[in-house]
């Protein structure tokens, strides 16, 4: 209310205490099982200090994420990896180097480097449940256990590019027993190959359908508990199911009306600047604070996919304000900013 009556939306409001308890309460369940946070859900730098301590590392997919967390953090630990690396990435300094290729071994040898990697597996088995697969089929994403079993011919006799272990990003939206699941194939792969340092991913589940529910992370860190055996080094690198709770993205009511009996009502900004909604093809969750009509809320974009959310009982008339929740992960960073060249929103951080 505060930020509408200074003519300050469309805002992101991020709550960094609400993200602070909730870090706290994820590392508490997983011991001393490692985290890495997956920069690319949201690298807003006032989100990654409070991130920070309460992992073992960030995990960056480019040379921008990496050179990002660098200026933040100069001390952290560092995973880069990512299809499609140019030299500069291969070639960067890092804690952990997540090999995807057997030519990325290749151009490591051809310029004399040396690096510490994990070889990214993408293994053959059956993902159901999942929102994207990266993995259990043909995808780009890392090598099959034959693209593994010739990097590790190369990489034998020699001590430059050392073998640390294995790499696995399967699938993202699988619950605690699906994560299990895919961590215990995971890991009898890599004892198969004699590894003891493994990381599994991220990809936690997250429900825009059900904002108050949460991975469970308990079970989550019980399980991996169970499961490591002495002398093993497991890591996962969880992005959205970190940071997604702590952004909402507040904005106004331009107009309201009805088109072949259908309700709309426009709302200032919309998916250039959270395209969530249209890359995941869902309603955003928001705040309701007078049910109503069936409602489909749209943005100020000239097309049919600029659509926040549809068919909401809510009752909304022009200058109302909407909060949309869960707006902390994959949204302003993956939005066209640009398109249609309206005004950018401000950002807001409570708590900090
Ligand atoms: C995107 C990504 C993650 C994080 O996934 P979330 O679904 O945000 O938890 C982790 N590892 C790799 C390799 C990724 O590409």
Known sequence: MELADAGELPAYVYD????????????????DIEVHYAVKANPDPQLLRVIAPYVDGFEVASGGELAHVRKFFPESPIA?????????????????????????????FTAGRSADVLLRVNLDIPISGASLAMGGGATPFGMDPAGISE????????????????????????????????????????R?????????????????????????????????????????????EPGRSLSVYCGR????????????????????????????????????????????????????LCTPKDTMARHVPVSLKPGDVV?????GAYAWNISHHDFLMHPKPAFHYLGS
């Open 16 to 31: 960094l205490a609400d993200l602070d308890a909730h870090m706290a309460t994820v590392r508490a369940a997983l011991g």
């Open 80 to 108: 880069l990896g990512g299809p499609g690396k140019t030299d500069a990435e291969l070639f960067a300094d890092v804690y952990r180097l997540h090999i995807e290729s057997p030519s990325e071994i290749r151009r490591l």
């Open 151 to 190: 990097c590790i011919e190369m990489l034998a006799g020699q001590d430059a590019v050392r073998f640390r272990g294995i790499h696995a990003h399967l699938a993202s939206g699988l619950d605690a027993p699906r994560m299990l699941e895919l961590a215990t194939a995971i890991l009898d792969y890599a």
């Open 192 to 236: 198969g190959l004699g590894v003891t340092e493994i990381n599994i991913g991220g990809g936690m589940a997250v429900s825009y359908a059900d904002p108050d529910s949460r991975f469970d992370w308990k079970t989550y860190g019980k399980g991996l508990a169970s499961l490591r055996r002495p002398g093993e080094v497991l890591r996962i």
């Open 249 to 300: 993205y507040v904005t106004r009511v331009i107009d309201v009306k009805r088109v072949h009996g259908e309700l709309f009502a426009v709302v200032a900004g919309g998916t250039h600047h959270i395209r969530t909604p249209a890359t995941k093809g869902h309603s955003q969750p928001m705040v309701i604070e007078e049910s109503g009509e069936p409602t489909t809320i749209v943005g100020q």
């Open 323 to 327: 909060e949309f929740l869960m707006a």
